[in-house]
């Protein structure tokens, strides 16, 4: 599939220039038909009965896991469903035990939802390390290595950083993980469905996934990779229907992965579309669009590092999908919206949820950067329009 067969397949990209996959990405066609074909014609709740409609949903959302399974080469009792990447973290925060005189590693250039959750366990006596990234926003294995020692139960870093799209070197992390016997968690928000991920070669205990990015999933879809020799360190964060093989008035036994982790009624239709979006990835393949989305990001760099009075942050050779950046001192929002206004470009501006990695980069006092990031249904044509635009913004205003 071409670039041109995508965007007939999201209508809403004759309107608007997206620039904002880093956020969400809008929904593809096939993927909405799937989940309407559920809303029609067989929706039902899964694994609660006997009769024709749910047997049918049951059937179709394993099928949906199976996809999803192969996807990232896992095996599918290792995927559990979850509303979005922060719930998939948020489920080892709270499943694994942590406890007082233990630490976790993790690094400043995390989404706060890769660093809220451990900062909330200082509380009870968790030490959180944090590893500071070089100037370009990378972090070194070899800090994480000497930061480790036997109390570390968990390290936990972002595979690209949402903030300005520096990619972490995150093979190298989960090695020092493996070797020195501490889990590693990946949150793959800003990777998943741009790159190959191959959870067998990577080998991280825990990768946190959303289905609503670089998936082309729908919004409301995440999950949470949990191999299997974890899963039985993992408590489960929701307890109730659907996650006990046995109850009695006094016990319970939790069923087996994923089930136990999975309590009450799913988002059926939106995994359902998360797999059908897993082949529709499929047919355009991820190596067609790992090279379309790198050759969009050179160019989008350049044609920003063309502006006067830009910075960029982050270092072109290492940064993918993202590209972060001020002009002067014009507040990250009011450039926004004039894109928006003039040319309906639609980019993100702010912090990103990502305030320690903004403060690093020194872009705290501009109020955060402008965020453009791209994916394979955008164009060059598009990251032209956008840098042209932003050159005549410039001189307007400079
Ligand atoms: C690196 C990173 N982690 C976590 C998240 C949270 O993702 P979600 O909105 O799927 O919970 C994001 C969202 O942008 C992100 O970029």
């Known amino acids: 599939?071409?670039?041109?067969?995508?965007?007939?397949?999201?209508?809403?990209?004759?309107?608007?220039?997206?620039?904002?996959?880093?956020?969400?990405?809008?929904?593809?066609?096939?993927?909405?038909?799937?989940?309407?074909?559920?809303?029609?014609?067989?929706?039902?709740?899964?694994?609660?009965?006997?009769?024709?409609?749910?047997?049918?949903?049951?059937?179709?959302?394993?099928?949906?896991?199976?996809?999803?399974?192969?996807?990232?080469?896992?095996?599918?009792?290792?995927?559990?469903?979850?509303?979005?990447?922060?719930?998939?973290?948020?489920?080892?925060?709270?499943?694994?035990?942590?406890?007082?005189?233990?630490?976790?590693?993790t690094s400043n250039m995390e989404h706060h939802s890769n660093l809220v959750p451990w900062l909330k366990l200082q509380k009870q006596g968790v030490e959180v390390k944090i590893v500071k990234a070089d100037e370009q926003g990378i972090i070194d294995p070899g800090a994480i290595d000497k930061a480790a020692d036997e109390n570390t139960r968990l390290i936990t870093i972002s595979h690209i950083s949402n903030s300005i799209g520096s990619v972490q070197p995150v093979d190298e992390i989960s090695e020092v993980a493996e070797n020195k016997g501490i889990f590693c968690l990946v949150d793959a928000a800003q990777s998943a469905g741009h790159t190959e991920l191959d959870l067998k070669k990577l080998r991280a205990d825990f990768v946190a996934f959303p289905g609503h990015k670089g998936f082309l999933g729908p919004v409301g879809t995440g999950f949470l990779y949990c191999a299997n020799q974890a899963q039985d360190q993992m408590e489960p964060l929701n307890l109730g229907g659907g996650t006990v093989d046995n109850v009695t008035e006094e016990d319970f036994q939790l069923a087996e992965s994923p089930t136990c982790f999975e309590g009450g009624t799913q988002n059926i239709a939106g995994f359902?579309?998360?797999?059908?979006?897993?082949?529709?990835?499929?047919?355009?393949?991820?190596?067609?669009?790992?090279?379309?989305?790198?050759?969009?990001?050179?160019?989008?760099?350049?044609?920003?590092?063309?502006?006067?009075?830009?910075?960029?942050?982050?270092?072109?050779?290492?940064?993918?999908?993202?590209?972060?950046?001020?002009?002067?001192?014009?507040?990250?929002?009011?450039?926004?919206?004039?894109?928006?206004?003039?040319?309906?470009?639609?980019?993100?501006?702010?912090?990103?949820?990502?305030?320690?990695?903004?403060?690093?980069?020194?872009?705290?006092?501009?109020?955060?950067?402008?965020?453009?990031?791209?994916?394979?249904?955008?164009?060059?044509?598009?990251?032209?329009?956008?840098?042209?635009?932003?050159?005549d913004v410039s001189k307007f205003l400079g």
């Open 1 to 105: 599939m071409k670039t041109t067969d995508v965007r007939e397949d999201i209508p809403l990209l004759k309107d608007v220039i997206y620039l904002d996959a880093a956020s969400t990405t809008p929904t593809p066609r096939p993927v909405v038909e799937a989940m309407c074909d559920y809303f029609y014609n067989y929706n039902a709740n899964t694994g609660r009965g006997a009769y024709h409609l749910t047997v049918k949903a049951t059937h179709k959302l394993d099928e949906a896991r199976n996809r999803i399974a192969k996807f990232v080469n896992s095996d599918p009792n290792e995927i559990i469903f979850t509303k979005n990447t922060t719930e998939a973290i948020n489920m080892v925060a709270h499943g694994l035990e942590f406890k007082k005189g233990d630490n976790i590693i």
């Open 272 to 391: 359902i579309g998360l797999g059908e979006a897993m082949n529709y990835l499929e047919r355009i393949g991820i190596s067609k669009i790992e090279k379309h989305s790198k050759k969009l990001t050179r160019i989008m760099y350049q044609e920003i590092q063309d502006i006067e009075k830009v910075r960029v942050y982050g270092s072109p050779e290492n940064i993918y999908g993202i590209v972060s950046f001020n002009i002067d001192k014009i507040n990250p929002h009011d450039l926004a919206k004039i894109l928006d206004e003039v040319k309906s470009i639609c980019v993100r501006s702010g912090f990103h949820c990502a305030m320690p990695s903004i403060r690093h980069m020194g872009a705290y006092e501009f109020g955060g950067t402008v965020r453009a990031s791209v994916h394979y249904y955008n164009t060059q044509e598009e990251i032209e329009i956008l840098g042209e635009t932003l050159k």
